[in-house]
């Protein structure tokens, strides 16, 4: 059992709005930044957003991030059939002393 | 380019040891940390641990605390992962990954390797 909780999945049409929602408590989201990661399949998984909202270089302003209190989440618009991926999202745990991830979340466009 | 490049897939029997290595090339690659993270066949990402080549500071999860050992050589930009004693729940795809500071995001990430660990 993961220590943030993701959705294991989420869909949509092309074109499309999905949000995806990460979990947790006030050792980890409530007091630390979130990051998030696309896991293309048979890839490596790459930083999407970063400190709870920033993107990378590179990455489409489709993608956004935001959070609240103990819980984040991450928007993508206009959804295109190359998003079909595993989406995790990420932060420390004071309590734990490390990273911890999200279960991870499979975003299937139909 | 900054790129993290891991060594190729491996298969033991339990009971042997294993390194692992990711070299870093085009930055400082003592000023960033190196983390490791695990992935089980048809699982999510688990942070390992994380090592600070600059002077070889290591953290581990308590998960992994003691199951394995993180390693470093800065003169030639190489982290490690390594195992004293294999067993079959270690086979998993290994990544690692840069980072700012331990609290920080991860990128970017190395290739992977491939574990299988079998008799």
């Known amino acids: 059992q993961s220590v943030l909780t993701q959705p294991p999945s989420a869909s949509g049409t092309p074109g499309q709005r999905v949000t995806i929602s990460c979990s947790g408590s006030?050792?980890?989201?409530?007091?630390?930044?979130v990051n998030w990661y696309r896991q293309l399949p048979g890839t490596a998984p790459k930083l999407l957003i970063y400190s709870n909202n920033q993107r990378p270089s590179g990455v489409p302003d489709r993608f956004s991030g935001s959070k609240s209190g103990t819980s984040a989440s991450l928007a993508i618009s206009g959804l295109q059939s190359e998003d079909e991926a595993d989406y995790y999202c990420?932060?420390?745990?004071?309590?734990?002393?490390?990273?911890?991830f999200g279960g991870g979340t499979k975003l299937t466009v139909l | 380019e900054v790129q993290l490049v891991q060594s190729g897939a491996e298969v033991k029997k339990p009971g042997e040891s294993l390194k692992i290595s990711c070299k870093g090339s085009g930055y400082s690659f003592t000023n960033y940390w190196i983390g490791w993270v695990r992935q089980m066949p048809g699982k999510g990402l688990e942070w390992m641990g994380i090592i600070y080549p600059g002077d070889s500071d290591t953290r581990y999860s308590p998960s992994f605390q003691g199951q394995v050992t993180i390693l470093v050589d800065k003169s030639i930009s190489t982290a490690y992962l390594q195992w004293s004693s294999l067993k079959a729940s270690d086979t998993a795809m290994y990544y690692c990954?840069?980072?700012?500071?331990?609290?920080?995001?991860?990128?970017?990430w190395g290739q992977g390797t491939l574990v299988t660990v079998a008799s």
């Open positions: 990420a932060a420390w745990d004071d309590s734990l002393n490390g990273v911890v």
């Open positions: 990954a840069a980072s700012s500071s331990p609290l920080g995001w991860f990128d970017p």
């Open positions: 006030s050792s980890n989201i409530g007091s630390n930044t």
